[in-house]
Structures are given as C-alpha cells and as structure tokens.
C-alpha cells in the first residue's frame, strides 16, 4: 500500500549539488511528517533532514546551511536540495514517513561526491 521512491541520486564532484526527490504513493502526504537518512558503507545510518506537516524544517548539524529540506503536497513529494557537497555527504538516502502506526523507507538512491 505505502510506497516511497527516491530519485535524483548520481555522481558529482565537491562543491556541486544535487536534488533528491521521494515520491510517495498510499498515504495522505498532506497529514505526515517526512524524513531524509542516508547511510554511508560501514556507518550507521543517521538523520539528515526533517520536515513538519506544518513545514518547520531541522536539519542535522553536518548540514546546516548546505542542504534544504521541502516538500510539494501537490506532488506528494519532498525534496533534499544538496549544495556545496562534500566527500563525506557520499551514502545512500533514504526517505522515511510514519503512518497507521508503523515506519516506511524507500529504497534509496546512491550518491557519490568526487574530490
């Protein structure tokens, strides 16, 4: 029923940026709050990127004024603006909501930073 499909992942050099977009499909959009993670080979998986049904936004501190969070309840989609990328931002992403009480991922899309 729940579906999330990231896009937008690819490879760019340091200093580029990408947009990563998740579309969701067996849910009320408009009524939940929407997540980015990404998970690096060998690390745990951490929390990007945040957004409220009322659209309050948080970001993890290794982003902060690089990365923007947003979403088009039109679209069912939200949206991971990437800016200034570094080496260390290569993982893959995930996006993440809650409904009917449980969590659901997408499956991810690789990004890879050169230097």
């Known amino acids: 029923q729940v579906q999330l499909v990231e896009s937008g992942g690819g490879l760019v050099q340091a200093g580029g940026s990408l947009r990563l977009s998740c579309a969701a499909s067996?849910?009320?959009?408009?009524?939940?709050?929407m997540d980015w993670y990404r998970q690096a080979p060998g690390k745990q998986r951490e929390l990007v990127a945040t957004?409220?049904?009322?659209?309050?936004?948080n970001y993890a501190d290794s982003v902060k004024g690089r990365f923007t969070i947003s979403r088009d309840n039109a679209k069912n989609t939200v949206y991971l603006q990437m800016n200034s990328l570094k080496p260390e931002d290569a993982a893959v992403y995930y996006c993440?909501?809650?409904?009917?009480?449980?969590?659901?991922w997408g499956q991810g899309t690789q990004v890879t930073v050169s230097s």
């Open positions: 957004i409220t049904i009322g659209g309050s936004t």
């Open positions: 067996g849910i009320i959009f408009r009524i939940v709050a």
């Open positions: 993440r909501t809650h409904w009917s009480t449980r969590d659901y």
